[in-house]
């Protein structure tokens, strides 16, 4: 009895072997059941069939998201030519099974003639239909870290329900030249506190917080710590951002010790007084702004130190600043122009020697025209031209000059005055010039040759 069934058993198996087999031989020359190229059902035909078949049929043109159809057009061809013979080849043994399959099976063959059109517009529409979707839907906010109160701590990612537009778009983009596109919905998964990228957050800022920079003003060093630099620091949006008062404060402190723009100057005069100087355009600053793009870049570049001098800005003819490489005499240097109000004198110093000394003319007191008093300095040189303007009277002028030196924006100057003769030491009070300095056209050549664009001039009583 047990040999019988030993037998029916060994029969069945060879009988299930051949049965497979033959299926499994079927498979390799006919489509399964229920398969779908490209939106066309080639079940039960052989390669060639299929081709044919995908040759001349046409497909619906239809955009999902999901299930909800949201673009229907006129039926399209498949775009399969005779050339995709192989392609429809791999197909067919890529859909080889062991056993019979009936269940739904759908495969995209990628067209060489593919409707560059029609692919943009659907492209669109469903970017727009996402975008729409997602203005009344909540967007997640990722997690990441914060710098405050001293420490470096992780703040917990809120889930939403935005669909993930990227992810869609890029699906939309794998079966763009099929006839009915199916994209699956896909919502947008905020970044947790535990994934990769906000774990290195966390890492770069608790190693940022124990930096330290040397900021290089002049001829001192600051050592900053980026503790005294940074209120608080966070990731938002992937980017890096901070609160820099702390920093802003520390700016302010080397300005008020070593900046000279806007400040008085004292200046000892050629004749020994020591006096302040208040007013011009002369000086440095460093910029707040300036500085915290460079401090916080050396912070996260972890530089040793930067120099404060690509940071620094001026008034007057330009925005860079004068005398930051100048530290003798107050950060007036041995290089500079002197100007006496009262004694109607110029001096002229060039590494602490004396040039020239002469008398001048200066601007008119009476009608309110005075050389104005202050540290300024030379915007630039010319020789020769023609100084233009309007006297007191409204009458305008144009005085041609052999040498012309500005020292502020509003056109005081140093230059020749050929036309001029009153040349005494009171001329000033009531027959000056306009607010330039005049001087002899004798004098000048020397004066404009000692001369240095930058060079500070400064104006006294």
């Not at 001192?220 to 980017?239: F, P, R, V």
Request: proline content about 2%; some cysteine.
């Amino acid at each position: 009895m047990k040999k019988k069934s030993f037998i029916a058993t060994g029969i069945a198996v060879v009988a299930l072997g051949i049965a497979g087999g033959a299926w499994y031989s079927h498979q390799q020359t006919y489509f399964n059941q229920n398969t779908y190229i490209n939106g066309v059902n080639v079940s039960g035909k052989s390669a060639s069939q299929a081709l044919a078949k995908l040759e001349k049929a046409k497909v619906a043109n239809e955009l999902y998201v999901g299930n909800k159809r949201i673009y229907k057009g006129n039926d399209i061809h498949t775009g399969i030519l005779a050339t995709d013979k192989a392609k429809v080849a791999k197909v067919l043994q890529e859909q080889v099974s062991l056993l019979p399959n009936t269940s739904k099976k759908e495969y995209f063959i990628q067209v060489k003639q593919a409707d560059e059109a029609r692919s943009q517009k659907l492209a669109t529409k469903l970017e727009n239909y996402l975008d729409k979707e997602n203005e009344s839907r909540q967007a997640p906010v990722d997690a990441y870290a914060v710098y405050r109160d001293d420490k470096v701590s992780l703040v917990k990612e809120k889930a939403g329900n935005t669909y993930d537009v990227k992810k869609m778009m890029q699906d939309f983009q794998k079966q763009a030249d099929a006839g009915v596109i199916k994209v699956a919905r896909k919502e947008a998964k905020p970044l947790t506190t535990d994934s990769k990228t906000v774990q290195k957050q966390k890492t770069n800022l608790e190693s940022l917080v124990m930096r330290k920079v040397t900021y290089k003003v002049q001829d001192k060093d600051y050592e900053l710590n980026a503790k005294d630099l940074i209120t608080s620091a966070s990731y938002k949006g992937g980017q890096l951002t901070f609160d820099t008062g702390k920093l802003a404060n520390q700016i302010k402190d080397i300005n008020a010790k070593q900046a000279t723009l806007g400040k008085s100057f004292n200046f000892k005069t050629t004749g020994g007084s020591e006096i302040t100087v208040q007013d011009g355009s002369y000086g440095w600053k460093i910029s707040e702004a300036k500085a915290k793009k460079t401090l916080l870049a050396a912070l996260q570049a972890n530089k040793a130190s930067v120099n404060a001098k690509a940071d620094i800005y001026g008034t007057g003819f330009y925005d860079t600043g004068t005398g930051y490489d100048v530290t003798a005499a107050n950060g007036i240097g041995d290089t500079y122009a002197e100007v006496s109000i009262s004694q109607q004198m110029a001096w002229f110093y060039k590494n602490g020697t004396l040039i020239t000394s002469l008398p001048v003319v200066t601007g008119n007191v009476s009608d309110g025209s005075s050389t104005p008093i202050g540290v300024h300095y030379i915007g630039y040189k010319q020789s020769p031209t023609v100084l233009r303007g309007v006297h007191s009277d409204g009458s305008s002028y144009a005085s041609p000059v052999r040498y012309w030196a500005p020292f502020t924006v509003d056109g005081c100057g140093f230059h020749d005055a050929s036309w001029r003769h009153n040349w005494s030491g009171s001329a000033y009070l009531n027959d000056g010039s306009n607010g330039c300095v005049n001087i002899r056209p004798s004098s000048m050549a020397t004066v404009f040759g000692a001369l240095e664009q930058g060079e500070p001039v400064i104006v006294h009583n």
